[in-house]
C-alpha cells in the first residue's frame, strides 16, 4: 500500500520590489476607497486647507510686491540721473555674546547737499548739465497746493511752455497749467503765499507737462527761489542730463567717480538713476515700506502659525474620526507601513487638490490688499509672474506639510499590534492627551505666561513683541491641552446646562463630557479666533484711547489756527499773539527724531515723532504735566524735553544729556530741562520750534494753539476768534477753531494705513479662523452621525436632537469665548501696564460683535451639517 503524503501549499515568496509595489497598490486602493466613502469629512478639510493656501498666498503676494516697490518718478522724469543726499543712518552695536550688528533707519526730513557738489557734478564726463533743485511750499489763490521750484529745474521733469516766457525779476512767475484760474494768462496777477503773507505776482508764462501725478508747480526766479528755500548754501538734490549718445548707467558711475574723488568715500551721496529717481522725490517711501514690512511680517507669521494650526486640527480630526476603521483594517492584517501610506496618499490627493484651488484664491484675495496697502507715493507693482509665484508657493508649502501631519495623527493605530487592534476597535476615546503632548502644552502656557511677565518691565517695542510671543504661546498651549481644558470647562458649565436645557441639556452634557478630545478640538479654533482678534483691536483701542485721554488733559488752548496742506509760516503764530484777548499762540511744528540705544543687547534706532513748540507760549495753550525741571529753559538749539518714561530707560534725568539724530540726520547732544507725564500723547521728546525749525524740509507750523483770555461763552469766544480771523485775513487758506485732543496728538488716532492693517489682520486672519470654526464644527458633527442614529433608535424625537445639537452649540461656544478671552488677557494686561499703564480696552459694540460672529459660525458648523448632512440619522427610528 503506497501512502501518499501531501505537502502544504506555500505561496512563493516576493522579492522587495515586487513587496513595494503591493503595499503601494494596497495603499492606493484603500486610499480611494476612504475618499469615497469620507467625502463628508474631507470635504471640511478640503476648506479649510484651500482657504488657509489662498490665505498664505495673498500675504506672499503683498509681501513680494513690497519688496519690489519704488516710489514713482514724477518730478525728475527727464532727468537721466538724480544726486541727492543719503537719507539713512546707521548704529552699529555688539549685543550680548555676538558679533558687532548694525541697523537702519530711514529719516523723515531732506537732508541736503553742500552746494559746491553741483559743480562736481557738472564736471563729471558725459554729463550735459547739472541742474541745482530746491522746493518749497506754495499756497496759490485761497490755499491750493503747489510746489514752488525755479524754472530753471523745470527741464528734469520735463516742463514747457505753452503760453508767454520764463520769469525775469523777482515779481514773476510761471504758473502750472493746472493751476492757471479760468480766464488767467500772461501779464495777469495771482495770489501766492511761500514765506509770510500772501503777495501778488505777475504771471510771466503758463507751462504744461505731458508727465503729470505730483503736486503742480510755480516756477519763480533761480535767484528768488533760493531766496525763499532759505538755505543758500545747500541743495535739495542734483538733477543730471547726460551729453547724447551717453547711457544712464554710464553717466552714474562717471557721477559717482566724481563724488567719491570729492568725499574720499562717497558715503552719504546717493546717484539714482531709473526707478531709483523717485526716491529723491518721496523721502520717506523707503521708511514706510520697511516699517510696512516689518508689520506685515509679523502678521505673516501669527498666519503661518494659525493655517498650520488649522490643518493639523482638521486633518488630526478626520484621522481621529476613523481610528475604529483604522483599528480594524490593523486587527485583520494591514501592516502600520501601508496604514501609514494611505493615510498620507488620502491627504496628499484632498491637500494637492485643495491647494490648487487655494492657490488661484489667492490672487483675487491678494489684490484686494494690495489696493488696501497701495499708496501714491509707494504704488505697489504686481509683475505677471508674482501672483503665481506666490500662490504656487503657498500649495506646495501646505500641501508638503499635511502629508506629515495626517500620519503623524494615526501613529497611536498605526504601531498597534493587530491583537491590541482588535480591542481598540470599538473602545471609546481617551479622556485624556498623551503625556508628551501634556507636558508640551504646559511648558508653552509656562513660557506664554513668563513672557507676559517679562512684557511688564520692558520698553514698547520689546513689550509688544514679548506680548506676541506670549500670545502664541497661549494659542498653541490652548490646542494641545484642548482635552483637559475641555474637561474643566464641563465642570463648570455642566451643570447650568443640565439644568437649563432639560433632556436636550442633559444628553448635550453627557455627550461632551464622555468626548473630552472632541470637545477640546471644537473649542480650539474658537479661542484661536477670540484670542486673535481680541489681541488686534484692542491693542490698538488701548492705545489710541489713552493718548487721546493724554492729549485731552493736556490741551489748554481755546482755538486752533489751521491753513493749507503748504503749512502755515512763523510769521502767522506772531500776528496771533498780537491780537487783543489772546494770552499765548504757539505753532505747532511736526518732525522726528532719530533714537540710538540697546534692547535686550540688540542695537535699535527708533524713529520717533516729535513735536517744536514756542516754550513761553505753552502755559496757555499745552500743558505736558511736568514732573521734573521747567519749560521755560526749553529754548535755543540745545534743549529738549523727555517723556518721563523715557527718560526713566535711558537713565537721564534734568541737567543731563540725550543724543539725538534730527529728522534730517543731523546728529545733536541736547540738555534735558524738563520731565513730563504725558508722553503717549505728546511725544516722548518735545523741542524748541527754534531749534527744529533749521532741520525740516519746510518749517511751516501744522497748525497754531491760541490761548484766550476774559469772560467766558460763546459770544466772547466768537468775538476773539473773529479777531484772529481779521489778524490772519492776508494768510491764505486759513480757518480758526475751537481746539481738539487731535490738534496736539503726536499721531493722528487713525491713518489709512492703520486702517488697511486692521482690515487684513482683523477681517482676513479673522474671517479665515471664523471658516476654520465652521470647518472643524461641522468636520465634528458629520462624524457624529452613528450617535445620532443610536439617540433615535432608542427613542429620542428629532427635536430633541436638534435642541441637544443647539445647546451643545452655545456650550461650545460659551467655553471658547471664556478661554479664548482669558488667552488674549494675559499678554493684553502684560502690553498694556507696560506702555499705558492701564487695564486693556475694548468697546463692548467690537467684543459684541465678535461674539455674535462666533456664535453665527458656531451654528453654521454644527447644526447645518447635524440637519441636513445627517438628515437621515435625524429622520429614522427604530425600525
Known amino acids: 500500500m503506497t501512502t501518499t503524503t501531501h505537502r502544504r501549499h506555500r505561496p512563493p515568496r516576493l522579492g522587495p520590489v515586487a513587496e513595494r509595489r503591493g503595499s503601494r497598490r494596497t495603499s492606493a486602493f484603500l486610499a480611494r476607497r476612504s475618499l469615497k466613502f469620507h467625502r463628508r469629512s474631507w470635504a471640511a478639510v478640503f476648506a479649510a486647507t484651500a482657504a488657509a493656501v489662498a490665505l498664505l498666498g495673498a500675504f506672499a503676494m503683498v509681501i513680494g510686491s513690497l519688496l519690489l516697490a519704488q516710489p514713482p518718478v514724477d518730478r525728475y522724469a527727464g532727468a537721466d540721473a538724480v544726486v541727492a543726499a543719503g537719507q539713512k543712518v546707521s548704529y552699529t552695536a555688539k549685543p550680548w555674546g555676538s558679533e558687532p550688528k548694525t541697523t537702519s533707519a530711514y529719516l523723515s526730513e531732506r537732508v541736503r547737499l553742500d552746494r559746491s557738489v553741483l559743480a562736481e557734478v557738472a564736471a563729471a564726463d558725459g554729463v550735459a548739465k547739472a541742474i541745482a533743485d530746491d522746493s518749497v511750499p506754495v499756497a496759490v489763490g485761497d490755499g491750493e497746493t503747489a510746489v514752488g521750484r525755479s524754472w530753471a529745474s523745470a527741464e528734469l521733469t520735463p516742463y514747457e511752455l505753452a503760453a508767454g516766457r520764463a520769469p525775469q525779476t523777482s515779481g514773476e512767475v510761471v504758473l502750472d497749467s493746472a493751476l492757471l484760474p479760468a480766464g488767467t494768462g500772461p501779464g495777469d496777477t495771482v495770489k501766492l503765499q511761500a514765506d509770510g503773507a500772501a503777495r501778488s505776482y505777475t504771471v510771466s508764462g503758463v507751462a504744461d507737462t505731458g508727465h503729470r501725478s505730483g503736486a503742480p508747480a510755480v516756477f519763480f526766479t533761480e535767484r528768488k527761489l ?52 523717485g526716491q529723491a522725490e518721496h523721502l520717506d517711501a523707503l521708511g514706510g515700506r520697511g516699517d510696512l514690512l516689518a508689520l506685515l511680517g509679523s502678521i505673516a507669521g501669527t498666519v503661518v502659525m494659525v493655517a498650520l494650526l488649522v490643518i493639523a486640527s482638521t486633518l488630526s480630526q478626520a484621522v481621529h474620526q476613523r481610528s475604529g476603521e483604522l483599528a480594524l483594517l490593523r486587527a485583520v492584517g494591514a501592516t502600520p507601513r501601508r496604514l501609514r501610506s494611505a493615510i498620507g496618499r488620502e491627504s496628499g490627493r484632498v491637500a494637492a487638490a485643495a491647494a490648487v484651488l487655494g492657490a488661484f484664491g489667492s490672487v483675487p484675495l491678494g489684490l484686494l490688499m494690495r489696493s488696501l496697502l497701495t499708496t501714491d507715493a509707494l504704488p505697489l507693482p504686481v509683475p505677471v509672474w508674482l501672483p503665481f509665484a506666490a500662490g504656487a508657493a503657498a500649495a506646495v508649502f501646505v500641501a508638503l506639510a499635511a502629508r506629515p501631519v495626517a500620519m503623524l495623527a494615526a501613529r497611536g493605530i498605526t504601531r498597534m499590534r493587530p491583537s491590541a487592534a482588535l480591542g481598540a476597535a470599538g473602545a471609546p476615546e481617551p479622556g485624556s492627551p498623551g503625556r508628551f503632548r501634556t507636558v508640551a502644552g504646559l511648558l508653552l502656557a509656562v513660557v506664554g505666561v513668563s513672557s507676559a511677565g517679562l512684557a511688564t518691565s520692558q520698553g514698547p517695542q520689546a513689550a509688544a513683541v514679548a506680548a506676541s510671543g506670549a500670545a502664541t504661546s497661549l494659542i498653541i498651549a490652548v490646542a494641545l491641552l484642548g482635552p483637559w481644558i475641555a474637561r474643566a470647562a464641563m465642570r463648570v458649565l455642566g451643570a447650568p446646562v443640565r439644568g437649563a436645557g432639560g433632556v436636550s441639556g442633559f444628553l448635550a452634557a453627557k455627550s461632551a463630557r464622555a468626548h473630552n478630545r472632541r470637545l477640546g478640538a471644537a473649542i480650539t479654533p474658537i479661542v484661536l479666533v477670540v484670542a486673535f482678534v481680541c489681541v488686534q483691536l484692542a491693542a490698538a483701542e488701548t492705545m489710541q484711547r489713552s493718548a487721546d485721554r493724554e492729549a485731552a488733559a493736556a490741551l489748554r488752548a481755546d482755538l486752533v489756527v489751521t491753513g493749507p496742506a503748504a503749512g502755515l509760516p512763523a510769521g502767522a503764530a506772531d500776528a496771533v499773539r498780537a491780537v487783543p484777548g489772546v494770552t499765548g499762540a504757539t505753532g505747532v511744528l511736526r518732525s522726528s527724531v532719530v533714537l540710538a540705544h540697546r534692547e535686550v543687547g540688540e542695537p535699535m534706532l527708533d524713529r520717533l515723532p516729535v513735536l517744536g513748540v514756542t516754550a513761553s507760549e505753552l502755559s496757555s495753550t499745552l500743558d505736558p504735566r511736568v514732573t521734573a525741571g521747567t519749560l521755560t529753559k526749553l529754548t535755543g538749539k540745545g534743549t ?97 477753531r475751537a481746539a481738539t485732543a487731535d490738534d496736539v496728538r503726536i499721531s493722528p488716532a487713525t491713518s489709512e494705513q492703520d486702517d488697511a492693517l486692521i482690515i487684513i489682520g482683523v477681517g482676513v486672519i479673522g474671517g479665515f479662523s471664523l471658516l476654520a470654526v465652521v470647518s472643524t464644527l461641522a468636520l465634528i458633527t458629520v462624524g457624529r452621525r452613528g450617535e445620532f442614529r443610536l439617540l433615535r433608535m432608542v427613542g429620542a424625537g428629532r427635536r430633541q436632537v436638534s435642541r441637544t445639537l443647539l445647546v451643545e452649540t452655545g456650550l461650545v461656544s460659551v467655553a471658547g469665548l471664556a478661554v479664548g478671552t482669558l488667552v488674549a488677557a494675559v499678554p493684553l494686561v502684560a502690553f498694556s501696564v507696560s506702555v499705558t499703564g492701564a487695564m486693556p480696552y475694548l468697546p463692548p459694540a467690537q467684543y459684541g460683535a465678535l461674539a455674535a460672529a462666533v456664535v453665527v459660525a458656531a451654528t453654521i458648523g454644527t447644526v447645518g451639517p447635524g440637519s441636513s448632512g445627517g438628515r437621515f440619522a435625524l429622520k429614522s427610528r427604530a425600525g
Do not use: C, N, W
Open 640 to 736: 529738549v524735553a523727555v517723556g518721563a518714561d523715557r527718560a526713566e530707560s535711558l537713565g537721564v534725568g534734568t541737567g543731563d544729556v540725550v543724543k539725538l539724530r534730527l529728522g534730517d540726520g543731523t546728529g545733536v547732544s541736547l540738555r534735558v530741562v524738563a520731565l513730563y507725564e504725558r508722553a503717549l500723547g505728546l511725544g516722548e521728546f518735545m523741542l524748541p520750534r527754534e531749534g527744529l525749525a533749521a532741520h525740516v524740509s519746510a518749517a511751516r507750523d501744522e497748525r497754531i494753539l491760541v490761548g484766550t483770555q476774559g469772560p467766558s461763552g460763546a459770544e466772547a469766544g466768537a468775538g476773539v476768534s473773529a479777531a484772529v480771523r481779521e489778524a490772519l485775513a492776508p494768510y491764505s487758506g486759513v480757518q480758526v
Open 226 to 277: 533760493t531766496a525763499l528755500a532759505g538755505h543758500p548754501g545747500t541743495v535739495d538734490a542734483i538733477g543730471v542730463v547726460a551729453e547724447r549718445g551717453v547711457s544712464p548707467t554710464s553717466v552714474r558711475d562717471s557721477v559717482r567717480d566724481a563724488v567719491t574723488d570729492r568725499t574720499g568715500a562717497g558715503t552719504g551721496v546717493d546717484v539714482l538713476t531709473g526707478p531709483e529717481r
